[in-house]
């Protein structure tokens, strides 16, 4: 009742900064009925009527909302935000002074342009832990999905750029706006930048998503393509701006856990590691690893979720519709509209201290398709974590709510684990809607709602947000050691920020007599951040008892291998007993001089002859000396066999592309990342207009499905996959007939008119004079990995490419015309868009 009483209190309050106007929304929505209705029923004389299946469903008010959420056994929901306070929220961070800030993306998910998106900051004025405060702190953006705050301000991720807000003033209002990166990708309303994180090594990392983007600094020079980070994820330093790719690129949801081992999701691919660092096989131009993210959910990506909530009426009557055929797209789950990941997002670890220590360490997924939040158990199992179901047929969270959408989680300042409920009618990319079942939906019902909720213990006693800019130097090093997470890494984030060398001493200290693991790890951290970690202090991490505090000494040390303790270090902990410290030591020592070098990657490779992880180590840092490395296989039967012959053939590999390379290998790099093309011309743009015009007129004529199905055969099956025919390269044309034959016909006869990233061509020219061409479907700092037209993939090295273009043309190729003609494109119509009999 204190939650009713207070959200009653304050809705008055609230109410005059409530967004948009009831005509407003309303004109909105009538707009959109009609853009909706006219380009559905294009092509189509008589669209079916779904309305009576597809009733809209009425959100539940704030004060009710506890009623319609079931949490496990030992913990309760608390809403501690409601709209009109806070609206679509997508991210959600705290400053040093306790002040929340949340990012509200209300121009999701097709009013981008209309800029009306902005950042809320929060305050909690009687410090029960609901908030009763909101200012507007920056507004007119377009579609923001990650903050964080630093030095006063704060970092908003609004694709394409990335931006740096302050209040200079301290009224609460931003009044300093400055741009720092740009180049974020924008094709995907659900595969944009998110996640921002605070990482050990005093760098903030971006998810960057499946659309990534070239990023550059606004003020680069006008011939700076910028840094392409398509398959990555990035990291940039607060202070400089200065930035570099990082291992990733999962949909949206990206964590650390307190160790610094990585997470990810995305849609259908709930919990994934990431196994390696970019930096860590960058080194190594000659060598092509596995890719970075591995799926560890014991019962597999796309897992069983056990829902409260109905399924939604459109589920229902599109899965129905392309089951029967009458409508095209992918069938997922064998035909059932629900029950499985569908929307993952937010993977986060719980590193808070409010709950039970047995918790601590629990893996957090939202399903905002399935009105949930999953929890797994997480084991590491050599070098990968193992991620168990702890509910059985059961959910952490389930709603009754189709309206309750877990977007996002976030480690709180009082220990606890904070909500992010985005509270939509619809989530769901528009262009996976039938238009005869979009038009009765409205994908901006609930722009003006959102709520904030945390996971508390049962019994749980909220206690005040501490203040830590306040604190001093002294406390900030004192907290390093603290067991809530947040107080650890804001902590850190403030000794970097304030690059006060009084800490020094303080962190030496900690390092030699804190208790606290953790404190010792991050206290490592903060003396690299401030420029002070020396071989002595260093040498304190290389041996301490704990083997995580061991693995980031080494993941430091390398800029101290020159440093005969460091060296003969190395020699000790190439034996030690932890796997992860063996699995760092074989990347650190790749900046070691090759006898040194030879002689600790034989003896890590002896220990775990057959771990596929340990293997890419030792491949990634042999460098120059893989043929060292070869005659010690050919001399050792028994460890031969055991790392098998695969291994052998990769260092032979890596022999034979070096001595074919002998310059500098970064030389060549330059040319292995792709150059754009100039945009197609006006005349050229004209043409193409010109076909599509002429090729609608093919609406007006009666089509015949089988013989579509030739066409279709003859034509496009080589990269498009339809009723089991042909190749699932491009993008699924069904999905594209979904959206009207008019859509279709431009998508076939103007295919460059609006390209996904993803569909787009490459031209490789290798350096043995081969031309290979295809979509990238992998990417790493050290290799790409093209899918060709017949389906088959090639991965090559960058080291040996001498040209690498962009067609700036999608991988479908322009004039079909002389293939297909009027007739030919009705009757392929037919068999796209029309039911099967």
């Not at 309760?76 to 993306?105: H, K, N, Q, R, Y």
């Not at 690893?289 to 909530?309: C, F, H, K, N, T």
């Not at 010792?520 to 260093?538: C, I, N, Q, V």
Request: with cysteine; hydrophobic share 40%.
């Amino acid at each position: 009742m204190r939650f009713a009483w207070k959200f009653a209190r304050n809705r008055n309050r609230w109410q005059k900064d409530a967004p948009t106007s009831a005509a407003a929304k309303a004109v909105s929505r009538y707009v959109g009925f009609f853009v909706s209705v006219v380009v559905g029923s294009i092509g189509c004389a008589e669209t079916p009527d779904y309305s009576d299946e597809l009733p809209r469903i009425t959100p539940t008010p704030p004060v009710a909302a506890i009623s319609t959420l079931d949490v496990a056994e030992g913990f309760e929901m608390e809403l501690i935000a409601a709209e009109p306070l806070v609206t679509s929220p997508v991210a959600m961070e705290w400053d040093a002074s306790g002040a929340l800030f949340v990012c509200e993306m209300r121009g999701y998910s097709e009013d981008r342009q209309q800029g009306m998106s902005r950042i809320a900051r929060l305050r909690d004025r009687d410090g029960d832990g609901v908030y009763d405060e909101r200012t507007t702190y920056a507004d007119g953006l377009f579609w923001p999905t990650a903050i964080f705050p630093y030095d006063g301000g704060l970092f908003v991720g609004d694709a394409p750029d990335l931006f740096y807000f302050k209040d200079t003033d301290g009224d609460g209002v931003s009044d300093r706006k400055q741009r720092v990166l740009t180049g974020f990708g924008t094709s995907n309303v659900q595969g944009l930048l998110n996640s921002f994180r605070w990482g050990l090594d005093n760098r903030i990392h971006i998810a960057c998503s499946s659309v990534g983007g070239s990023i550059r600094h606004p003020h680069a020079a006008g011939d700076d393509g910028g840094q392409n980070i398509r398959g990555r994820d990035l990291a940039f330093d607060p202070k400089t701006y200065q930035f570099q790719a990082t291992s990733g690129a999962a949909q949206h949801g990206m964590c650390f856990d307190d160790w610094g081992h990585k997470f990810a999701s995305s849609n259908s691919d709930h919990i994934q590691q990431v196994m390696y660092r970019d930096a860590d096989i960058a080194a190594n131009p000659f060598y092509s690893p596995p890719p970075s993210r591995l799926s560890i959910a014991e019962d597999g990506p796309q897992a069983e979720v056990y829902r409260a909530s109905p399924v939604e009426p459109w589920r229902k009557v599109r899965t129905r519709l392309r089951v029967s055929g009458r409508a095209k797209g992918p069938i997922e789950g064998g035909g059932r509209a629900a029950g499985y990941f569908t929307g993952a997002t937010g993977v986060t670890i719980y590193r808070g201290d409010a709950w039970p220590a047995k918790w601590k360490g629990t893996a957090i997924v939202g399903d905002v398709g399935s009105n949930l939040i999953h929890r797994k158990r997480l084991q590491l199992s050599g070098l990968e974590f193992i991620a168990r179901r702890i509910d059985d047929q059961d959910e952490f969270v389930t709603s009754t709510d189709i309206w309750f959408r877990p977007a996002q989680f976030a480690n709180a300042p009082d220990g606890t684990l904070h909500v992010i409920d985005m509270y939509r009618e619809v989530i769901e990319h528009p262009a996976s809607l039938p238009p005869e079942i979009k038009k009765h939906l409205d994908l901006t019902s609930g722009r003006d709602r959102g709520r904030l909720y945390r996971i508390v213990p049962t019994g749980f006693q909220p206690r005040p947000i501490e203040n830590l800019h306040a604190a001093s130097t002294a406390q900030l090093c004192s907290l390093l050691a603290h067991p809530n997470a947040w107080h650890r890494e804001t902590a850190a984030r403030l000794l970097y920020q304030r690059q006060d060398q009084s800490a020094v001493p303080r962190l030496v200290s900690l390092i030699e007599n804190s208790a606290s693991p953790l404190g010792r790890m991050h206290a490592l951290y903060a003396l690299d951040g401030l420029g002070h970690l020396d071989a002595a202090t260093l040498d304190l991490g290389l041996t301490d008892s704990n083997a995580h505090v061991r693995r980031h000494a080494v993941r430091l040390s390398r800029a101290f291998q020159d440093v005969p303790s460091v060296g003969e270090r190395y020699e000790e902990l190439a034996a030690d007993e932890s796997i992860e410290v063996r699995y760092e030591l074989a990347f650190a020592l790749t900046d070691a001089v090759p006898q040194r070098r030879v002689a600790a990657l034989t003896k890590i490779l002896r220990q775990d002859p057959s771990d596929r992880w340990i293997q890419m180590a030792v491949q990634t840092a042999i460098g120059s000396e893989a043929k060292a490395l070869v005659e010690i296989l050919r001399n050792d039967e028994t460890l031969a066999a055991q790392v098998g012959e695969d291994f052998e053939h990769q260092l032979v590999a890596q022999v034979q592309t070096r001595a074919r390379n002998p310059d500098a290998a970064t030389l060549k790099m330059a040319a292995s990342t792709p150059t754009a093309v100039p945009a197609r011309s006006a005349e050229e743009t004209a043409e193409r207009a010109a076909v599509v015009t002429r090729y609608l007129g093919a609406l007006d004529r009666d089509g015949n499905r089988d013989r579509g199905q030739e066409v279709f055969k003859k034509n496009c099956s080589q990269c498009h996959r339809v009723d089991g025919i042909g190749h699932e390269l491009g993008p699924n044309l069904a999905a594209i007939a979904t959206r009207g034959a008019a859509t279709l016909i431009t998508s076939v006869m103007d295919p460059n008119r609006e390209v996904n990233p993803q569909y787009l061509n490459y031209i490789v020219l290798t350096d043995d004079a081969r031309v290979v061409s295809g979509m990238i479907v992998d990417e790493g700092s050290t290799s790409v990995t093209l899918r060709q037209a017949d389906n088959a993939t090639e991965t090559l090295l960058r080291v040996e490419i001498d040209e690498f273009h962009s067609s700036g043309k999608s991988f479908m190729p322009e004039g079909l015309e002389s293939a297909i003609d009027e007739q030919a494109m009705a009757d392929l119509v037919a068999y796209l868009i029309e039911p099967a009999h």
